[in-house]
């Protein structure tokens, strides 16, 4: 087998496999944590279930907060969703993730129906972010398209980017479906993407000493194309609790923002792909 293959055969194996109401984790789903399930994969989950949940194209899924109270290890899951309140403006949806009956992951999903824009400015900082790469070659990483001032960042020869100790971003290419057969939605893209919000926002001059405890991802509209990207916009620490946030991109612009609360936290090793 090819690395070429290796590498295609890993974006298009699914994270799950799904057996009746359980959820089987594949070996890709591992994080950097150990043999556990990854943030990332979690909260793809989650907000496959709250998007099930609200089928009307009228209602934009506006916020998703998903909390991680414990470590979501390689083995089966169970999935229930119930909705909270349906209203003509509003619909509140509560999803939560079980393995041998104790939760590991919960989220609520906000949905807001879409309507008329008001008019008038208001004013925003405006965040330039890199380019996104171009793609050549094999895929070594099948999330991180490229990250500068970060992780395993490097440097453009004319270094019109920061190296490590300024500014944080990051691109990501999300195409890796949770299911056989089964494309991401935006939403659950973007769902995804967010919980890289704490690894960009707490990565050090020693790397990653902090883990996610929970991520609110906020949107004004849903991500269009495959890449995301986020932009850390702060960052406060002490005692072992870090908190962060980002602005969030796709390809034409910005569309959210988000924010993780963290805990100190030692062993990060992202496993090899």
């Known amino acids: ?18 057996r009746g109401d359980s959820f089987h984790p594949r070996r890709i789903a591992r994080g950097g944590w150990g043999p556990l399930i990854s943030g990332h994969v979690v909260g793809g989950l989650l907000g ?16 998703l907060t998903v909390d991680l109270p414990r470590p979501a290890a390689i083995a089966p899951v169970e999935l229930q969703t119930r909705e909270i309140r349906s209203g003509k403006r509003l619909r509140l949806v509560e999803a939560v993730i079980r393995q041998d009956e104790k939760v590991v992951a919960q989220a609520s999903g906000l949905f807001l129906r879409r309507g008329e824009q008001p008019t008038g400015k208001i004013w925003s900082p405006q965040i330039e972010m890199p380019p ?26 004319d270094e019109t980017w920061p190296g490590e100790g ?28 967010a919980d890289v919000t704490a690894s960009l926002v707490n990565w050090s001059s020693d790397g990653l000493k902090f883990i996610n ?11 269009e194309g495959a890449v995301i990207g986020l932009a850390s916009q702060s960052h406060s620490t002490q ?16 569309i959210g923002s988000s924010i993780s609360v963290s805990v100190a936290q030692s062993g990060f090793a992202p496993p090899s792909r």
Do not use: H
Not at 48 to 63: G, Y
């Open 132 to 157: 996104i790469p171009t793609q050549s070659g094999p895929i070594d990483n099948p999330l991180f398209l490229r990250t500068y001032g970060w992780g395993l960042s490097v440097q453009n020869p």
């Open 213 to 223: 405890a929970d991520y609110t991802l906020t949107l004004s509209r849903l991500p």
């Open 166 to 193: 300024g500014p944080k971003y990051t691109w990501l290419k999300l195409v890796q479906p949770l299911f056989d057969d089964e494309p991401l939605t935006p939403f659950i893209r973007v769902a995804m993407a």
């Open 48 to 63: 496959w279930a709250v998007e099930q949940v609200v089928d009307d194209p009228d209602f934009l899924p506006a916020r």
């Open 1 to 18: 087998m090819t690395e070429a293959t290796s590498s295609a055969e890993t974006l298009t194996t699914a994270f799950f496999e799904r």
């Open 239 to 254: 005692d072992g609790i870090a908190t962060g946030s980002a602005v969030i991109f796709d390809e034409i612009g910005e």
